[in-house]
């Protein structure tokens, strides 16, 4: 019997000092915010990577910026996100270094390779499978404008863009929630 009234006793004092997660996750996509709004293009962060190299350059530096100044913390969401802009900072690396692709490549290899007629078969593919399809490398190997070292760049850019649609596609709703709340416009496209 003392143990329950110690409980009834401790509880409302343990609920007390507790934040609600949702008020955490406001607090820490506002500080997003503050970041966000001192790094420009980090607002454009659907769009990367850059056809323009120096604004690429730039967007990668405002990245590092952006991660050194959000870091991680205690919202799951926001943690998310912050890894969405890690993997989309690696995918403009990539994709910088490859130098045989332009931002219209890969556009334009998912089409050729949608368009292809595919085995039948039980597996429902998701949309973000794409980026895994090997017809993608295989279709660049045929065009040549890849030398085989680039093609390893090509691959880990490939492999990074299912993870970034991935992010995208369960954490769509989520991220647009607390940017609307804290009046930060970012488009969160289907990929």
Not at 47 to 72: H, I, T, W, Y
Not at 108 to 129: A, F, G, I, Y
Not at 152 to 170: F, G, P, S
């Amino acid at each position: 019997m003392i143990s329950y009234i110690f409980l009834l006793l401790l509880l409302p004092i343990s609920i007390y000092g507790q934040e609600d997660q949702d008020e955490i996750c406001l607090k820490t996509f506002q500080k997003a915010k503050t970041c966000m709004d001192k790094l420009p293009l980090s607002k454009e962060i659907y769009k990367a990577p850059f056809s323009d190299g120096a604004k690429n350059e730039q967007f990668l530096d405002e990245m590092k910026q952006l991660r050194n100044c959000v870091g991680r913390n205690d919202c799951p969401v926001l943690n998310q996100f912050v890894s969405y802009f890690y993997e989309t900072e690696l995918y403009a690396t990539y994709f910088t270094n490859t130098t045989c692709m332009t931002t219209e490549t890969l556009p334009q290899l998912l089409k050729t390779c949608n368009e292809k007629p595919k085995p039948p078969s039980n597996h429902v593919e998701r949309r973000c499978d794409k980026y895994a399809d090997s017809c993608l490398i295989n279709e660049l190997k045929e065009q040549g404008q890849c030398p085989s070292l680039k093609m390893i760049y090509v691959d880990m850019m490939l492999k990074t863009a299912k993870i970034i649609c991935d992010l995208v596609e369960e954490n769509r709703e989520q991220w647009s929630h607390y940017f609307d709340l804290v009046d930060v416009k970012i488009d969160f496209p289907v990929m």
